[in-house]
């Protein structure tokens, strides 16, 4: 957990500081540009009539009358403001937009990260609980109790390895297809009535209805060793672990046969 901890640390500090520095906020700068653009124009309409004091004569039959020099530079202001005001709303939309493809963006990468931590701390149970299969055990079981105590160890291993509400662990002979020893796991105290799990359907590696069956496969051995669930369909990591444990169980139940008899 310490290690865990440590790595996301670690990665949180690295992705602070490739983060680039914070950009100034250009849509604040455009909105004061505008506003002082804006400002200008409409002060210098106010003030036109202040500047235009006489007509202006273009020729001596063309002559603009001062009232219409005024009201056609007024208009011509009002004009440009109408033109600044769409490019600025126009800047203003594209931000916006933009603003939002960033924080989408932001809001997949956090979901990614997420994701990527839970799937970390997955392997690590997954891993714990592999190193538990494989280096819990200091002794080969000698007699049938203690194979007996050692199946149903493993098969409390299993129920916390699957979310189901029991599991059979059977050792079949493969030249008979008979069940050697077996043991049933429940996580309640109630009776459950197994039916239609064969050993002749384990053995041929087919299914069977509501239930899911991972047995051990090979070939050199005189033996298959079945974990059942009542469950239609195992996740990947789950039949991972319960194919390590199969195996685990189907080797020590060799060793445990071919102690000599005390």
């Known amino acids: 957990m310490v ?14 500081l490739l983060q680039p520095s914070a950009p100034p906020d250009r849509t604040t700068l455009l909105e004061c540009i505008y506003l002082m653009t804006v400002s200008l124009l ?3 309409v106010v003030a036109t009539p202040v500047f235009v004091r006489h007509h202006l004569f273009l020729s ?5 009358q001062e009232d219409m020099l005024e009201a056609g530079l007024i208009v011509i ?27 989408r963006d932001n809001s997949d990468l956090s979901c990614r990260l997420t994701d990527a931590f839970k799937y970390i701390g997955g392997v690590n149970v997954q891993i714990q609980e592999i190193q538990s299969i494989f280096c819990d055990h200091s002794s080969y079981p000698a007699t ?32 008979e297809l008979r069940t050697a020893v ?20 384990v053995a041929a590696n087919q299914a069977i209805d509501g239930f899911s069956v ?5 070939e050199s051995s005189a033996i298959i060793c079945a974990c059942a669930f009542p469950k239609k369909r195992l996740e990947k990591e789950e039949k991972i672990l319960v194919e390590a444990v199969t195996n685990q169980i189907e080797m020590r139940y060799l060793i445990f046969c071919l102690q000599p008899v005390s």
Do not use: P
């Open 77 to 103: 202001l009002l004009l440009i403001a109408h033109f600044l005001s769409r490019v600025y709303k126009k800047e203003l939309d594209k931000y916006r937009q933009k603003t939002c493809e960033l924080t």
């Open 60 to 64: 001596e039959k063309i002559i603009v």
């Open 144 to 175: 049938d109790r203690e194979f007996k105590a050692y199946l149903a160890k493993y098969a409390r291993k299993l129920l916390g390895m699957v979310n189901t509400d029991w599991v059979l662990i059977r050792v079949i002979d493969k030249s």
């Open 42 to 44: 409409l002060a210098t």
């Open 214 to 218: 991972v047995a051990s496969r090979h």
């Open 182 to 201: 077996e043991h049933f796991e429940s996580r309640n105290t109630a009776n459950v009535e197994i039916k239609g799990i064969s050993n002749k359907a």
């Open 3 to 16: 290690h865990s901890l440590s790595a996301r640390t670690r990665w949180i500090l690295m992705m602070k």
